[in-house]
């Protein structure tokens, strides 16, 4: 196990709904990366965290944000919700922010958009 | 923009025999890292290796090995003698600046599934 844990694991929501999902750090990482994996697809980054600010961004809407906080866990929040929202988001923490640092990934959290 | 093409949708292979898959990536820096993620059914990206581009000797981990060639920009990645427990979506991925922030973020290919039977 990475020790980064996410929660909640499945989650169902309704198009045009808001949605927070949850991640937890391992121990002594300063540097959050969340990033979404539609079925049958690679991960595709969505924005990276580092010491509370954003710190990278991919090519999602705003309605996609985030946060980190002090204790450097972290907070996906997506408003609006769309039905290509669906998707599994994972969050992954790494100890610095430098090219080719290692990413330890959490387990993920699964989000459908009904 | 970077890109890395996993081109092997899906493999199947009969336990005990060795498979390779295969990682081709573009870039257009001259220093970066590519990565190796194993991802089973429980979801969970794991970490199997890291090699930076000025650093091109093969790695044997165990049954793992990884062969690295910027001639051809491929990371190859092989199993020999599969086993069941192998079975898992593999992500060859690179790492690339995220933005003018300072960040930096993977690009992954799309996967390669491989199902080892008996």
């Known amino acids: 196990e990475t020790g980064v844990t996410q929660s909640p694991t499945h989650l169902i929501k309704t198009r045009g709904q808001q949605v927070t999902l949850r991640c937890s750090s391992q121990?002594?990482?300063?540097?959050v990366s969340w990033y979404q994996q539609a079925l049958g697809q690679g991960p595709q980054f969505i924005f990276q965290?580092?010491?509370?600010?954003?710190?990278g961004r991919g090519n999602f809407p705003p309605r996609f944000s985030g946060l980190q906080f002090p204790n450097y866990s972290s907070e996906l929040n997506v408003n609006a919700l769309e039905l290509d929202d669906s998707a599994l988001y994972l969050c992954?923490?790494?100890?610095?922010?430098?090219?080719?640092?290692?990413?330890?990934f959490g387990q993920g959290t699964r989000l459908t958009v009904v | 923009a970077q890109k890395v093409t996993q081109a092997q949708t899906e493999i199947s292979v009969v336990e005990k025999e060795d498979v390779t898959l295969d990682c081709v990536y573009e870039t257009r820096d001259t220093t970066y890292y590519l990565f190796w993620y194993k991802q089973p059914p429980s979801g969970e990206l794991v970490f199997l290796i890291r090699r930076n581009s000025f650093d091109e000797q093969n790695e044997i981990s165990g049954r793992y090995s990884w062969n690295f060639q910027k001639s051809t920009s491929s990371f190859n990645f092989t199993i020999t003698a599969s086993q069941v427990v192998d079975s898992a979506v593999y992500f060859c991925a690179l790492s690339e600046s995220a933005g003018a922030g300072g960040g930096n973020k993977l690009t992954f290919g799309t996967g390669t599934q491989l199902k080892v039977e008996l």
């Open positions: 121990s002594g990482h300063n540097t």
């Open positions: 992954a923490s790494s100890l610095v922010t430098a090219w080719g640092t290692e990413a330890f």
């Open positions: 965290y580092y010491r509370e600010e954003e710190n």
